[in-house]
């Protein structure tokens, strides 16, 4: 099956039409999801110039959004009869609204949804105005959060959670420091990869994945020298939503396993950890995955699986974003990641068997 019930706008300087949009279709009372650093933009104090009287706004959201921030946003928000909810920023920030919008409209707390549906009512209407280049979140159905009192990282999700709407602007990566373009835009590389890849892909999936994948080759790279360039900008934001709707329909794989291990954790940026892993992580599994990287090799004109590898990471190495040893995850949390892996919900969609084992493997091996 593949859908995308969400109505996408895909132009360089849509979020200006965003207020009567919401004017024009969900005029209810509106809370705006943000964090700090989208709040500071001067296109989000256009945007914000333009929202109904009344709208409130809360930037608190926080790297890898919390159980407890989500549940006392939504718990306010049911008192103050918030109807519509908006969420501007990047991952986080839209799997936190997300959330929040599902609480609006259900009682009790996030982590117990935990899984596919558990909900009963469909959330208030979320709309999603996305503000980096890789989380796909506007156009899928799943909201991931952290659970700091175990260590974890827990995938809400149901038909329910669409986006009514994605404002897909290019633009808004202008003020997007050039780090967090590399690393979400290669967590939008891993979403194509990811799905291409996954056993539970479909005709469909495959196709915007490989559109995806072949715009974030050719644009990405020249995307983080050069920000400023709005044919780059828009190839790359655009990739991103159509991976995120690849991902949405066939799953992710290892790498999001593992990096959501870590994440949940250690609290590292979800991007930044895929960027870091996705080589290594491909490389791992290449007997099992050699012949859907052939037919995306091919499809970007080099047949050979080994050389796509080398492209990434030939690609990845020239990015502002720091190295693996960064990072400093001690080793005696590697037994507690991979166990955490190996029972992610995505783990099934392996092409290759993958236990906590082969997890423990990959992180020694780093
Ligand atoms: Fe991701």
């Not at 549940?71 to 008192?79: K, T, Y």
């Not at 009192?149 to 808004?172: C, E, H, L, N, Q």
Request: charged letters at 20%; one cysteine or more; a negative charge.
């Amino acid at each position: 099956m593949f859908r995308v019930p969400t109505h996408v706008m895909m132009e360089p300087g849509c979020v200006g039409e965003l207020p009567s949009y919401l004017e024009a279709r969900f005029p209810g009372k509106m809370l705006v999801v943000t964090d700090q650093g989208v709040r500071r933009t001067e296109w989000f104090t256009e945007l914000e110039s333009g929202l109904p009287d009344g709208a409130r706004i809360v930037d608190g959201i926080e790297v890898n959004p919390k159980a407890d921030t989500i549940d006392r946003l939504a718990s306010e928000g049911r008192q103050a009869d918030i109807e519509v909810v908006v969420g501007v920023g990047g991952g986080s920030v839209l799997d936190a609204a997300k959330a929040i919008a599902m609480l609006l409209t259900n009682d009790g707390s996030i982590a117990q949804y935990e899984g596919r549906n558990r909900f009963s009512n469909p959330s208030a209407p979320f709309i999603a105005v996305p503000t980096t280049c890789g989380t796909g979140s506007e156009v899928t159905w799943v909201s991931v959060v952290s659970v700091p009192s175990t260590g974890s990282k827990i995938s809400v999700k149901g038909d329910g959670m669409f986006p009514k709407a994605a404002f897909v602007d290019a633009d808004v990566l202008a003020t997007l420091p050039t780090p967090l373009i590399a690393s979400t835009g290669m967590d939008a590389m891993t979403h194509a990869i990811e799905a291409f890849i996954s056993r539970v892909n479909n005709p469909a999936s495959d196709a915007l994945a490989l559109q995806a994948i072949r715009l974030l080759i050719q644009h990405l790279g020249p995307c983080v020298r050069e920000p400023n360039l709005g044919d780059h900008r828009a190839h790359v934001m655009h990739a991103s939503t159509i991976a995120g709707m690849s991902f949405g329909n066939a799953d992710v794989g290892a790498v999001h396993c593992l990096s959501e291990g870590i994440g949940g954790l250690l609290d590292h940026p979800h991007g930044l950890l895929n960027t870091l892993l996705l080589v290594p992580v491909l490389r791992y599994q290449f007997t099992e995955i050699r012949d859907r990287l052939k037919i995306i090799s091919t499809f970007l004109g080099a047949p050979r699986p080994e050389a796509l590898l080398d492209r990434l990471d030939h690609m990845i190495s020239g990015f502002p974003i720091g190295s693996w040893a960064d990072l400093a995850i001690p080793t005696d949390a590697f037994g507690d990641i991979a166990s955490s892996a190996a029972a992610n919900g995505s783990n099934s969609a392996n092409r290759r068997t993958m236990q906590a084992i082969d997890y423990f493997r990959i992180l020694e091996s780093l």
